[in-house]
């Protein structure tokens, strides 16, 4: 096993990187999760997927996790005619309607009643990723004038997006339902819900999913930042999805949201993703620019769980190479001074439960006893890892356990490290199973301490009650 990295790095898959001998190198590299994106490919292609990264897995002898992301609903306009590209100048009249025809310089298809049923005067749309701007000035049940604020270039099938405005949509479409449905076949360890705008969003995907997955949010649009709590609450875990968030935000919000979302996300112990653009020069270039490698430092130094690779992976010319310079950020940005008083600056009050009791004081042991090694979790769900989690201590989290499923779905928490382990019934066997793992995997010598939560009795869910402090002998 090699991670030692605390934030964690998801890695998604595509053409550049989904031979086998690539997935094995870039979990080598230092990937914890893959991100297989359901907006592209076959269900026959992402299962091979699948069970390359299973085979790597067994390989490297470490856990990885799956991430399978739900393409969502796709707000789309129709095409032109010929499939040529229109080009908008400011103050030009252009109108949107739902007739099926091809469109032109004048018009094109809108096909979703959803966004006219919404519709209000004044009101702007985005198409193009945002690079052009429409204004409504008239509008009908199935039509609607406009006027174009920010011009540019217009072809077959752009997106739309609408700022500020909650849409009657459902997360899930039929497409994904079906897509979903593969996934949960496939061994998914956690599933990334798009398009999330309010709490019955990610309850409706729990109805569906249930316990066979753990549910990532994306929080993409602006509506979902009214709820953000209640979403943080209902997930398993949180994605920063900054590209779509950043085209009906303004791009200086951005940044501040995505401090906010993290911080909400530590307190309420559910990891979060920073996603989006991290390296995108490295879709092209061997190395990335300085302020991307400042970004992606900056989301290490916010103590976010993990941060993602989109493009980079999928489609860039250097997947590995993307994996390779992402470790060595975080590796820099983690062994600096500066790192550690971050940490405790950005430290939360214990929540007042037992359970947190316990891994507060891990913590406190962490920072007061020179030779401990790791903090060694034995937990039956992983609750108890992600607890310690919570608080970032500044030393390896070792989550042991007997299930596969929970060894890997804890490789999205922050400095968090899985052994599956076999079942042990006593204090002295679990101890010794601890100190077994720790000399492998921590160099533990003799007189060295490991510091260890669990509960009794052992092999129960929710009941962590015990903090134990081991000398290896």
Known sequence: MKQRHFTKIVSTLGPASSAPETIKALAEAGVNVFRLNFSHGSHDAHRKNVASIRQAEKEIGRPLAILCDMQGPKLRIGTFK????????????????????????????????????????????LLNDGLVRLRITDFGADYADTVTVTGGMLSNKKGVNVPGVPLPIDALTE?????????????????????????????????????????????????????LDEIIRLSDG?????????????????????KKIVRACRKANKPV??????????????????????????AVFDTADAVMLSAETAA????VEAVTLMNKIIMAAQESDAYRTSLKAARLPAEQTPENAITSSAWVMSETLPDAKAIVSYTVSGATAGRVSRERPY???????????????????????????SAKDTLNEVSA????????????????????????PFNERGNTNLLHVITVK
């Open 175 to 227: 497409k994904d339902k079906n897509d979903l449905q593969a996934a949960l076949d496939m061994g998914a360890d956690y599933i990334g819900l798009s398009f999330v705008q309010r709490p019955e969003d990610v309850l409706l995907a729990r109805s569906l999913i249930k316990d066979r997955a753990w549910i990532v949010s994306k929080i993409e649009k602006p509506a979902a930042l009214e709820h």
């Open 316 to 319: 860039g010319a250097y997947p």
């Open 238 to 258: 949180i994605m920063v999805a900054r590209g779509d968030l950043g085209v009906e935000l303004p791009s200086e919000q951005v940044p501040v949201f995505q």
């Open 433 to 456: 199973q601890a100190v077994d793992y720790c000399r492998s995997l921590y160099d533990a010598e003799a007189g060295d301490k490991i510091i260890l939560t669990a509960g009794l």
């Open 82 to 125: 010929d499939d040529k590209h229109i080009e908008l100048h400011a103050g030009d009249k252009f109108r949107l309607d739902m007739s099926p025809e091809a469109g032109d310089e004048t018009r094109v298809c809108l096909p979703h009643p959803e966004i006219f049923k919404a519709m209000e005067k004044g009101m702007d749309l």
């Open 395 to 421: 030393m390896p989290i070792l989550c042991m356990t007997k299930s596969m499923e929970v060894a890997r779905r804890m490789m999205l928490f922050w400095g968090v490290e899985s052994v599956v382990c």
């Open 273 to 298: 993703i920073v996603a989006t653009q991290m390296l995108e020069s490295m879709v092209v270039n061997p190395t990335p620019t300085r302020a991307e490698a400042s970004d992606v430092a900056t």
